[in-house]
């Protein structure tokens, strides 16, 4: 059983930044997939970024260019680095972890995190 612990998230203005981590209880960064995943309010959960088992790494179009994936295997945690912040980027962000090759798609991923709100004001 991996245990997934999201933090960072917060209120900020358009135009700044948040950093989020996800620490797992035990390694995982060579052992699973692991993305960021966002879902605002009424909406589907969507696909954020990916940071693979191999360390390739995959963005949405909406992340690409503003926000980074890395990790950190030292202290099995993942980051997401956003940048550049837009009101539109509201939501609760939550990563999972998964051995599928669906990376995309929240319906494979075994572990997920309780989520932590990030809020953009215009």
């Known amino acids: 059983q991996v245990q997934l612990v999201e933090s960072g998230g917060g209120w900020v203005q358009t135009g700044g930044s948040l950093r989020l981590a996800c620490e797992a209880s035990?390694?995982?960064?060579?052992?699973?997939?692991v993305a960021w995943f966002r879902q605002a309010p009424g909406k589907e959960r969507e696909f954020v970024a990916v940071?693979?088992?191999?360390?390739?790494?995959s963005y949405s179009d909406s992340a690409k260019g503003r926000f980074t994936i890395s990790r950190d295997s030292a202290k099995n945690t993942v980051y997401l680095q956003m940048n550049n912040l837009k009101p539109e980027d509201t939501a609760v962000y939550s990563c999972?972890?998964?051995?599928?090759?669906?990376?995309?798609?929240?319906?494979?991923?075994?572990?997920w995190g309780q989520g932590t709100q990030v809020t953009v004001s215009s």
């Open positions: 940071v693979r088992m191999s360390g390739s790494i």
């Open positions: 035990t390694r995982i960064n060579s052992v699973y997939n």
């Open positions: 999972g972890a998964t051995k599928s090759v669906a990376i995309s798609q929240a319906q494979y991923y075994y572990y």
